[in-house]
């Protein structure tokens, strides 16, 4: 019997008053992976007046989320969707472009899917 990869990992940088945040998503994702990466993005935000977040979120590894996970996402994005100027999606699945397309109704910057990494990434720092 094989175990099975899941999780999330993010790491945040701060460059003047600009966020770069990645997030790569493995296997499905659940409430409890909401509720350990909230409080990391909320603590992270709190001490920037306005907060303007670039994105990128590695999804080549994601399997989906649980239904609670997903009102989860859509809790986040509405408490913080000011708060991004890009969000930069990569992936290998058709559904990820979907998500992407939805996602950007709940952000005020643009949400755009990628899949080529480099070409992400450039997409961000323009």
Do not use: C
């Amino acid at each position: 019997m094989s175990a099975t990869k899941h999780g999330l990992s993010i790491g945040i940088e701060k460059i003047d008053d600009e966020f770069f945040l990645s997030l790569k998503a493995v296997g499905r994702l659940t409430h409890e992976d909401y509720e350990t990466i909230a409080p990391m993005l909320d603590s992270a935000l709190s001490a920037v007046k306005e907060p303007k977040i670039k994105a990128i979120v590695d999804g080549t590894e994601l399997e989906g989320w649980e239904l609670r996970a997903a009102w989860d996402d859509f809790k986040l994005g509405l408490k913080h969707g000011s708060e991004f100027e890009k969000i930069a999606i990569y992936g290998n699945k058709n559904w990820q472009q979907i998500a992407a397309k939805i996602g950007s109704w709940f952000i005020s910057g643009e949400a755009k899917y990628f899949e080529n990494y480099d070409d992400a990434l450039a997409w961000l720092k323009r």
